[in-house]
């Protein structure tokens, strides 16, 4: 089974950028879609971003234009470049892979530990 590591949170200025990284090891994630997740202090978890294998990329309307998912299947990672941030942005972060070359739904099959991004107004 796939482990996913998230780094790259911290404390950044609202309007300020960050680079989340997603380093998975054990196999490949190369045939599978990968998604990131965010889940602020008191609320649900968020969908934010999927990258399918294919290379098509879909986003959260909250987040278009701002952040852009990426992924390198030879180096095994998957990266969320985030700019713009605004403190409503502010949550932990989630990796995740679902089993499917086009998943579109939000029941993905493996997570990570998640990485806290803290935007500060």
């Known amino acids: 089974q796939v482990q996913l590591v998230e780094s790259g949170g911290g404390l950044v200025q609202a309007g300020g950028s960050l680079r989340l990284s997603c380093a998975a090891s054990?196999?490949?994630?190369?045939?599978?879609?990968m998604g990131w997740f965010r889940q602020a202090p008191g609320k649900e978890r968020e969908f934010v971003a999927r990258?399918?294998?294919?290379?098509?990329?879909y986003y959260a309307d909250s987040v278009k234009g701002r952040f852009t998912i990426s992924r390198d299947n030879a180096k095994n990672t998957v990266w969320l470049q985030m700019n713009s941030l605004k403190s409503e942005d502010t949550a932990v972060y989630y990796c995740?892979?679902?089993?499917?070359?086009?998943?579109?739904?939000?029941?993905?099959?493996?997570w990570g530990q998640g990485t806290q991004v803290t935007v500060s107004s």
């Open positions: 054990k196999r490949t994630i190369s045939s599978y879609t």
């Open positions: 990258h399918w294998s294919g290379g098509r990329t």
């Open positions: 995740a892979e679902a089993l499917g070359t086009y998943y579109s739904g939000t029941s993905y099959n493996y």
